[in-house]
């Protein structure tokens, strides 16, 4: 069935790099999703990666797919305070409107 | 463009009573989706609707809910009557067409006392 899975938790200290994991079980999953919920706001866009990318960088996101473990990454250079937030990830098969989300990770950035 | 605007932000209301939440998309997109958001359940995909027309209601919970869009740049999510289990955070996203990136609004904090 389809499932996404994230860790709940990450805490880093500022300036540090986070990395945000993901796993999803669609093989026909097209587009991946990196979205960021700040309190009590909507879900913003970050980033998102087309099935046949290893990787797209975008100043300081970093998205890695491995397609053969359908695992996904979304790493953070030099953390900061503002990047405090909840970060789900998102599948979506080819051609459909269903995007099957993550239970999201909640990033906590010491100062 | 504004985004994705929903109204209220906030909506606090006694079980039984109906609740109206609303949704205007952005300009030039014609996919229109539901989601309700809760601790316990993540976020679920309530309605999806395709140039005005609703194509997939499965994740709408029970009659009680229903949605509409009467033109392309407007929709409602009621709830009739609603229970204090319907407490949850209730966004609208839209995005240009029905397979490429979804934009979501602020939601609206739905409280049932």
């Known amino acids: 069935g389809e499932d996404v899975e994230q860790s709940l938790f990450l805490s880093v200290r500022e300036g540090d790099s986070s990395v945000i994991n993901c796993t999803y079980t669609?093989?026909?999953?097209?587009?991946l999703y990196w979205y960021k919920q700040e309190p009590g706001a909507g879900l913003q866009l970050l980033t998102y990666?087309?099935?046949?990318?290893d990787m797209k960088q975008d100043q300081r996101l970093t998205v890695l797919l491995n397609k053969k473990d359908k695992h996904l990454s979304l790493r953070i250079a030099d953390t900061q305070t503002g990047d405090s937030a909840i970060y789900f990830c998102?599948?979506?098969?080819?051609?459909?409107?269903?995007?099957?989300f993550g239970t999201g990770t909640r990033l906590k950035v010491l100062a | 463009d504004a985004g994705v605007i929903q109204s209220p932000r906030h909506e606090v209301t006694e079980m039984g009573q109906e609740v109206t939440l609303r949704c205007k998309p952005i300009?030039?997109?014609?996919?229109l989706f539901w989601y309700r958001q809760t601790m316990m359940r993540g976020l679920e995909l309530l309605i999806y609707?395709?140039?005005?027309?609703?194509?997939?209601d499965s994740g709408m919970p029970e009659d009680r809910f229903s949605a509409k869009m009467p033109n392309a740049s407007f929709s409602t999510l009621k709830i009739q009557p609603s229970e204090p289990r319907d407490s949850a955070v209730y966004f609208c996203?839209?995005?240009?067409?029905?397979?490429?990136?979804?934009?979501f609004g602020q939601g609206t904090r739905l409280t049932v006392v």
């Open positions: 996203a839209s995005s240009r067409t029905v397979d490429t990136e979804a934009f």
């Open positions: 669609d093989s026909s999953s097209t587009y």
């Open positions: 990666i087309f099935s046949n990318m």
């Open positions: 998102a599948e979506q098969a080819s051609g459909t409107y269903k995007y099957i």
């Open positions: 300009s030039g997109h014609n996919s």
């Open positions: 609707f395709n140039n005005n027309v609703p194509i997939d």
